[in-house]
């Protein structure tokens, strides 16, 4: 299905309202309303914007530069009408088998009035062709298991689920602790 019309872009500081809308909203479908932490302030020191007064392309990404404290990139999609529809939020990794670098997709969201339009399609299609244009190796994300529509949306396009690894993670306090292990 081809995406209604609609326009995308990467993320301005103006749209950091919407983003955080949008992180809110996709919490609160996945059950985790009361875990969102991020503020406009914290969107606004950790995603690299695109300037106001040029264009920024998935194929031509012209956004301040990614670092280690600005490490994300925000492309939201708006429907026929200019209202904000969905957003895709992500940043580079990289493939030590590849020897490639990728993207890996932190949060891909549209707003349930604007599902069945092709615009998460079209999310991630920008995202394919960004790291084409970087002659990169991958793009990757995690999905919840219990996600059974997502999950059929994304093999639908081709994404193969990766049932021989398991997410690991550190954070809060454990984070803390492993950073003192050796002291």
């Known amino acids: 299905m081809a995406p209604s019309p609609c326009k995308v872009w990467h993320a301005r500081r103006e749209d950091v309202p919407t983003i955080l809308e949008m992180i809110r909203e996709l919490a609160d479908y996945e059950h985790e309303l009361d875990a969102v932490e991020a503020t406009e302030t914290t969107l606004l020191s950790t995603i690299a ?24 990139r925000c492309l939201l999609i708006f429907n026929e009408e200019g209202k904000p529809a969905g957003m895709a939020l992500y940043f580079y990794n990289y493939s030590t088998w590849r020897a490639k ?49 997502s999950i059929k949306f994304y093999e639908s396009i081709g994404a193969n689920m990766m049932n021989e690894w398991v997410g690991m993670r550190v954070d809060r306090d454990g984070l803390a602790k492993l950073a003192r292990l050796l002291d």
Do not use: H
């Open 49 to 72: 914007f695109a300037p106001d007064d040029v264009e920024s392309t998935s194929t031509a990404p012209n956004t301040e530069p990614t670092s280690p404290s600005r490490p994300a």
């Open 101 to 149: 670098s990728g993207i890996y997709l932190e949060d891909l969201f549209v707003r349930p009035t604007e599902r069945k339009k092709g615009y998460g399609k079209k999310l991630l299609v920008e995202l394919a062709k960004e790291v084409v244009a970087a002659n990169g190796g991958r793009l990757e994300w995690s999905v919840l298991k219990w996600n059974e529509p």
